[in-house]
């Protein structure tokens, strides 16, 4: 089941509120390749009456199990980050609306039933990068061979880089004076 704040009574006779949540992972509806060890989504959230809307800051606190783009073993990443985001009553007209660095815009279509869940699967989405790396320095699979090179250091990048060297040469002049003497 979504999570949704009714903003209007929450901030009727406040001028900001402090709240937080933890939300199930998987009633997010997230993609299916995103999974999780921990079972909820911890959220902590601040959120500020202005006169066109709201101003939301979301602090997400979640790790992701993703696969590497490079090595394809899953590992698991730490979801850290705040966002600002202004949810605005008003329709946004494309990019004539004035906003500031860093903060994303969004349009608030009912303010009793605002929709964190949906906020939230956004976001994650959204910090998730597009090519994952277990590690910077992740060595990936071996073309050759197939092997996880972070784990086997196999020696066929080296064989290739000898079979092109000028000493590849030789050994055909070696191999033909072979068979001359035969
Ligand atoms: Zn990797
Ligand atoms: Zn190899």
């Not at 800051?57 to 979640?62: A, E, R």
């Amino acid at each position: 089941m979504p999570v949704f704040i009714n903003l209007k009574n929450e901030l009727k006779n406040e001028d900001f509120i402090e709240r937080e949540f933890s939300i199930p992972f998987n009633s997010l509806g997230l993609p299916e390749e995103y999974s999780s060890e921990k079972e909820n989504v911890d959220v902590h959230l601040y959120i500020i009456k202005e006169k066109d809307g709201y101003l939301v800051s979301l602090t997400v606190n979640s790790d992701i199990q993703l696969e590497c783009s490079r090595c394809l073993e899953s590992f698991n990443m730490d979801l850290n980050g705040t966002s600002n985001i202004f949810l605005s009553k008003r329709k946004l007209i494309g990019d004539s609306e004035l906003h500031e660095k860093d903060l994303i815009m969004e349009y608030l279509e009912d303010e009793e039933h605002f929709n964190l869940s949906e906020l939230l699967r956004e976001e994650i989405l959204v910090q998730t990068p597009m090519k994952p790396l277990c590690d910077e320095k992740c060595k990936g699979i071996c073309p050759v061979c197939g092997s996880n090179r972070n784990e086997n250091q196999c020696i066929c990048e080296e064989k290739l880089k000898r079979k092109e060297s000028p000493f590849a040469k030789l050994k055909t002049l070696i191999e033909k004076k072979e068979t001359k003497k035969n």
